[in-house]
């Protein structure tokens, strides 16, 4: 019997929707750039619950003819390739004719449309690929499509849409790129009865994306436009100052498509080099143009990851045109002073002319009168880094060191010594301390145990030299107080919140916005009380204490970027990624300055303490020389 037979239409049409459509955001993309093509000014696209129930999208094109329509909805029926030549120099958004099948293949369309010309528009209807009748409509000039139940027929596919606000974010995201890269266009995005996203399509680049991507994005841009090789670089890159945590607000477009490319993005990056510290991203809206044949669009179903037939000119292109944008930005202003010498006040007559200044002249001060004062002793200043006789040992009062290492203690030692007036009983039975006395006395005994820490000094105001016993230590300590942080909030139940006086407002992308919003009691656990203000936009009410005086509008994109990359669970394991991003951000920086005193006692808790090795990230806080490596480098020794 033969085991290889031909699908049915059904089935085999079921299978081929899985490549294009995965999600409600896929339906959307394939509609909107059919619009795009179609010629359109104006496209509104409205969605509920997330898109899986209901989708529609309008726009004012040129409209279909009636027999067009059945037509549309067959696999590889397209307007836009006649030939395979055609497929060498593709410049629309569509052109493989599988979007409208495979969207009605699993779910409820309805299609209604008109032309200028015509008088009265046509209305159709197709449920999982089965088509039904033309009949005529009244409706303005343009398409509306809307679907409906989406993957009502294939239940397997249905389990795995996530929650309605993560495809909802998902549809978001779509637009607000689908916005970026037509800017002449005005997009209007409707979801679940509220607005999200207006564009006005007046060709205003800037403009486009202080609608899209918000205020604080569109304030720090730089422009971009240059052309190497036949390769247009136009847009705009964000300056040094406004780094992201992650690459979340990159954005590129080749001929007018939204692609994800490592090329254009290696280029960004590397012409950023040096210009921000490691770890930051910058952030662009750049729009590549160049021949259609030196592209190839079709390596990905969702056509989002391109082919470039030379990869050389594109970098060269994007990296040259950053660099330039860079230049030109950081090149010193020209600045108009007044004539040296003269100040002439706002709304006043009278003129000031500047003269050199005339020594005062000098006077003879008297012999002071000396009185006799009592003598008053003066404190013992203790000089650290100096050297030190015998087994003398300086002691450390540090005030404030526990605000900003983390809960070290001020060292002193006070005597214990029973008073005058007490009477002191003597007993032939040995005394016995309170339990906590012992464990303290045990605690102490163990510490001395330890050899002690000698604080040597600080180099490159980020590392710190300290010497015990035989060994000299260098000690990040950024690293170390990063670990020292990060180990106190892991052994909290509950991290404590400091609530602000003032809440701040951070603006980010649609997509960042709802995941912290929907994460809410991850942050709560964390420290952070977060709330949803518009739908680009969160307020902070409260943040954990160790982030006091921290730049709270970074660490709170930083976090909704780990959210998008999947880390939401409520686990402890799961949150240590939000311990590590809330540990370096409130650890001291590299090139702060610190005192001795803060240095010289953080040097002694983190080599008395062996949890303290490693950041969290897997970075080394200190590694040693020992005295015997040292006279080897010197010849002493062999």
């Given amino acids: 019997m033969a085991k290889i037979a031909v699908l049915d239409k059904h089935t085999a049409e079921l299978i081929a929707a899985g490549e294009v459509v995965e999600r409600p955001s896929s339906v959307i993309k394939e509609l909107v750039e059919n619009c795009m093509d179609a010629g359109a000014a104006s496209i509104q696209v409205e969605i509920k619950n997330g898109g899986v129930t209901y989708m529609a999208v309008t726009d004012d094109g040129e409209g279909m003819e009636r027999e067009d329509v059945p037509v549309a909805f067959l696999r590889h029926a397209t307007s836009k390739v006649r030939s395979a030549p055609d497929l060498d120099a593709i410049d629309t958004l569509g052109f493989r004719g599988e979007a409208l099948a495979s969207v009605a293949a699993v779910s409820r369309v309805e299609l209604i449309t008109r032309r200028e010309e015509d008088l009265c528009g046509t209305h159709y209807t197709i449920e999982g690929g089965v088509g039904g009748e033309l009949s005529d409509i009244g409706c303005a000039k343009g398409t509306t499509i809307v679907v409906r139940d989406l993957f009502y027929n294939v239940p397997a596919r249905m389990k795995f849409l996530k929650k309605d606000v993560s495809e909802g974010n998902a549809v978001a995201a779509v637009m607000d790129r689908l916005a970026l890269s037509h800017p002449h266009i005005s997009f209007r995005f409707v979801r679940d009865g509220k607005e999200e996203l207006y564009t006005a399509g007046d060709g205003d680049l800037r403009g486009c994306i202080y609608a899209v991507l918000g205020r604080d994005f569109s304030r720090n841009l730089i422009s971009v436009d240059y052309t190497l090789d036949g390769v247009r670089v136009s847009g705009f890159v964000s300056s040094p100052s406004a780094a992201r945590p992650n690459r979340t607000m990159q954005h590129f477009f080749v001929n007018r498509r939204y692609v994800k490319t490592r090329t254009a993005m290696a280029a960004l990056e590397q012409a950023f080099k040096g210009a921000i510290m490691g770890g930051k991203f910058p952030s662009c809206v750049l729009f590549l143009e160049l021949p259609p044949e030196t592209v190839d669009a079709n390596v990905h179903p969702a056509k989002v990851e391109i082919r470039f037939i030379d990869e050389r000119p594109v970098f060269s292109a994007v990296y040259h045109a950053v660099k330039n944008a860079l230049e030109q930005d950081s090149a010193p202003k020209s600045v108009s002073l007044p004539k040296q010498g003269v100040f002439k006040p706002i709304g006043s007559q009278m003129k000031l002319d500047y003269q050199k200044p005339i020594s005062p002249p000098v006077v003879s001060s008297p012999t002071p009168t000396v009185t006799s004062v009592p003598a008053i002793r003066k404190p013992d200043i203790v000089r650290l880094g100096d050297a030190l006789s015998g087994d003398e040992k300086?002691?450390?009062?540090?005030?404030?060191?526990?605000?900003?290492?983390?809960?070290?203690?001020?060292?002193?030692?006070?005597?214990?010594?029973?008073?005058?007036?007490?009477?002191?009983?003597?007993?032939?039975?040995?005394?016995?301390?309170?339990?906590?006395?012992?464990?303290?006395?045990?605690?102490?005994?163990?510490?001395?145990?330890?050899?002690?820490?000698?604080?040597?000094?600080?180099?490159?105001?980020?590392?710190?030299?300290?010497?015990?016993?035989?060994?000299?230590?260098?000690?990040?300590?950024?690293?170390?107080?990063?670990?020292?942080?990060?180990?106190?909030?892991?052994?909290?139940?509950?991290?404590?919140?400091?609530?602000?006086?003032?809440?701040?407002?951070?603006?980010?992308?649609?997509?960042?916005?709802?995941?912290?919003?929907?994460?809410?009691?991850?942050?709560?656990?964390?420290?952070?009380?977060?709330?949803?203000?518009?739908?680009?936009?969160?307020?902070?009410?409260?943040?954990?204490?160790?982030?006091?005086?921290?730049?709270?509008?970074?660490?709170?994109?930083?976090?909704?970027?780990?959210?998008?990359?999947?880390?939401?669970?409520?686990?402890?394991?799961?949150?240590?990624?939000?311990?590590?991003?809330?540990?370096?951000?409130?650890?001291?920086?590299?090139?702060?300055?610190?005192?001795?005193?803060?240095?010289?006692?953080?040097?002694?808790?983190?080599?008395?303490?062996?949890?303290?090795?490693?950041?969290?990230?897997?970075?080394?806080?200190?590694?040693?020389l020992t005295k015997q490596e040292i006279e080897k480098q010197f010849g002493r020794i062999v």
Avoid at 468 to 480: E, Q, T
Avoid at 482 to 506: G, M, W
Wanted: with cysteine.
């Fill in 394 to 624: 300086p002691t450390l009062h540090v005030t404030d060191v526990a605000q900003r290492w983390g809960g070290l203690q001020e060292r002193a030692s006070v005597p214990i010594v029973p008073t005058i007036d007490e009477p002191i009983e003597r007993s032939s039975e040995p005394s016995k301390l309170p339990e906590e006395t012992q464990d303290a006395v045990r605690t102490v005994e163990e510490q001395e145990i330890k050899p002690p820490v000698l604080y040597i000094g600080e180099i490159f105001a980020t590392y710190i030299l300290a010497q015990m016993g035989d060994s000299l230590y260098v000690i990040d300590k950024h690293a170390a107080h990063e670990r020292l942080i990060y180990n106190q909030l892991v052994s909290a139940q509950h991290t404590d919140s400091q609530q602000l006086l003032a809440p701040i407002s951070v603006e980010l992308s649609s997509e960042e916005a709802q995941a912290l919003v929907t994460q809410s009691e991850v942050l709560l656990q964390a420290g952070f009380e977060v709330e949803e203000f518009g739908s680009k936009e969160v307020l902070v009410r409260a943040i954990p204490m160790v982030l006091s005086g921290c730049d709270i509008a970074l660490t709170v994109r930083e976090i909704a970027g780990g959210f998008l990359q999947g880390k939401r669970t409520l686990e402890s394991s799961a949150l240590d990624w939000l311990y590590h991003s809330t540990a370096c951000r409130a650890a001291v920086k590299a090139g702060d300055l610190s005192r001795p005193a803060e240095l010289a006692a953080f040097a002694e808790r983190v080599l008395h303490n062996d949890d303290i090795r490693t950041c969290p990230h897997g970075r080394p806080v200190c590694f040693s």
